[in-house]
């Protein structure tokens, strides 16, 4: 973006009208969705249902992607730094919980052919998948994103570079995936270590949550100060004003994600708990009539 091009004041409206196409998501997002939709479309030719609440949680979350990088919010990113906040909210919070929570990888080794789906296997038992996808190490690469993307170079250099800047939001969206697909636990291939652990390290992004928020909101420097300005906006809050507002969006909005995939390990615990005493049960009885 030309750091002397200001858009006009930000509004709703502009926010939710204001789209503009970006080819290589686009692109991305309709080859997923169309992927998806063909998975689907297979399994019914066999006769079996796949639930419709995993296909309306991938199409939401491919929609949020489209959201995040194509509508007026877009065009705000690199103006105001609470634009900016929404956006990694969007990338890298929401849109990869949704996505995990349509189980994509289950899907893929449902309706694919045979040599297809030991292919599949092969791959999500690699040893470096294996790695990538444990629920530690998928916890730390997302916290270390988190906090690297704001409290590093970075930051100012997605604002300046557009390489940079779609290389950021593939970088949230791949490690917020990893962490919701490695602690949701809910897709073919993940890692299934002891729900109390899955929950602990859902806690635990609390307060790094608060701590990149309360960072942002006490701080009287603005982040890339150069950038903004040299760009030279004359409208709404000042850089420092709204970079506090960022903070306060970035606490409260993504603790509240965070609680949702925390009670998303919950109910999965419960459910597992549950099966587990309906199995000592039958398990008794079967013993009891012998």
Same mark, same amino acid.
């Given at each position: 973006?030309?750091?002397?091009?200001?858009?006009?004041?930000?509004?709703?409206?502009?926010?939710?009208?204001?789209?503009? $196409?970006?080819?290589?998501?686009?692109?991305?997002?309709?080859?997923?969705?169309?992927?998806?939709?063909?998975g689907?479309?297979?399994?019914?030719?066999?006769?079996?249902?796949?639930?419709?609440?995993?296909?309306?949680?991938?199409?939401?979350?491919?929609?949020?992607?489209?959201?995040?990088?194509?509508?007026?919010?877009? =065009?705000?990113?690199?103006?105001?730094?609470?634009?900016?906040?929404?956006?990694?909210?969007?990338?890298?919070?929401?849109?990869?919980?949704?996505l995990?929570?349509?189980?994509?990888?289950?899907l893929?080794?449902?309706?694919?052919?045979? &040599?297809?789906?030991? =292919?599949?296997?092969?791959?999500?038992?690699? &040893?470096?998948?294996?790695?990538?996808?444990?629920?530690?190490?998928a +916890?730390?690469?997302?916290?270390?994103?988190m906090?690297?993307?704001?409290?590093?170079?970075?930051?100012?250099?997605?604002? =300046?570079?557009?390489?940079?800047?779609? +290389?950021?939001?593939?970088?949230?969206?791949?490690?917020?995936?990893?962490?919701?697909?490695?602690?949701?636990?809910?897709?073919?291939?993940? =890692?299934?270590?002891?729900?109390?652990?899955?929950?602990?390290?859902?806690? $635990?992004?609390? &307060?790094?949550?608060?701590?990149?928020?309360?960072?942002?909101?006490?701080?009287?420097?603005?982040?890339?100060?150069?950038?903004?300005?040299?760009?030279?906006?004359?409208?709404?809050?000042?850089?420092?004003?709204?970079?506090?507002?960022?903070?306060?969006?970035?606490?409260?909005?993504?603790?509240?994600?965070?609680?949702?995939?925390?009670?998303?390990?919950?109910?999965? +615990?419960?459910?597992?708990?549950d099966?587990?005493?309906?199995?000592?049960?039958?398990?008794?009885?079967?013993?009891?009539?012998?």
């Amino acid at each position: 973006m030309n750091p002397h091009v200001v858009p006009p004041p930000i509004t709703p409206g502009r926010v939710l009208l204001d789209w503009s $196409l970006d080819p290589v998501t686009a692109a991305v997002v309709v080859a997923a969705g169309v992927g998806y939709l063909v998975g689907v479309r297979r399994l019914a030719r066999r006769e079996v249902r796949w639930p419709t609440a995993r296909t309306a949680c991938f199409a939401t979350g491919l929609l949020v992607v489209v959201a995040a990088t194509q509508s007026g919010l877009a =065009r705000y990113d690199t103006v105001l730094i609470s634009a900016h906040a929404g956006q990694h909210l969007l990338l890298g919070m929401v849109a990869p919980l949704l996505l995990a929570l349509g189980a994509p990888i289950t899907l893929a080794l449902q309706a694919t052919e045979r &040599p297809v789906q030991r =292919r599949l296997a092969r791959a999500l038992h690699h &040893p470096v998948v294996r790695f990538v996808g444990h629920p530690v190490v998928a +916890w730390l690469a997302y916290v270390a994103v988190m906090v690297g993307l704001w409290f590093s170079p970075s930051y100012e250099l997605s604002l =300046r570079n557009d390489v940079a800047h779609q +290389w950021t939001h593939l970088v949230l969206l791949g490690t917020g995936y990893a962490f919701c697909w490695a602690v949701a636990g809910l897709d073919g291939g993940a =890692r299934q270590s002891i729900h109390p652990v899955r929950l602990l390290l859902v806690l $635990l992004t609390v &307060p790094v949550h608060a701590v990149v928020g309360l960072a942002l909101m006490g701080s009287s420097t603005v982040l890339a100060g150069d950038w903004y300005e040299e760009l030279g906006r004359t409208w709404g809050a000042s850089a420092l004003g709204d970079q506090h507002t960022a903070g306060g969006l970035l606490w409260a909005a993504g603790d509240l994600v965070t609680l949702a995939l925390g009670g998303i390990v919950m109910l999965s +615990w419960m459910r597992h708990e549950d099966r587990a005493a309906r199995r000592l049960d039958r398990l008794g009885a079967v013993g009891a009539e012998t």
